[in-house]
């Protein structure tokens, strides 16, 4: 059993390859989500209640996007320069496509990815914060 206290859940960070004490930093509203902090390499991971051996891939229990799932009035153009927040729903204009951030990934060297899940071209994983 993973040890929780108030504001921290003891995770393994898979980039940094060690057991940390992660700062919990939101609950997922809606979906049953909780995302904790790495310490080691700033990253956000999302905690796994059932990690020991039997992890279930999201991609199975995810349904596909309709559009009327999303609010479409309300989406932020994509712009790999731009930050954006699970669950924003974003309009790519070369694929003119819509898609809701459904998870986010720190890469090495402190990038930042975007897991998007498009009405159309599916889940599709995009850079952001990109300084220029
Ligand atoms: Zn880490």
Redesign the pocket.
Known sequence: MPEVSSDTIKQH?S??KSD?EMEIIKQGSGENVVWLK?P??Q?FLPYMPDDDGVAKTEDETEKPLALEDLDIEHAREYSDDQLFEIGEVIHHRSWNDYGKIVSKDALPGNRHTIWVQFLRQGKVQLIEGVVR
């Open positions: 960070c980039v940094c940390f790495c080691g390499c990253g």
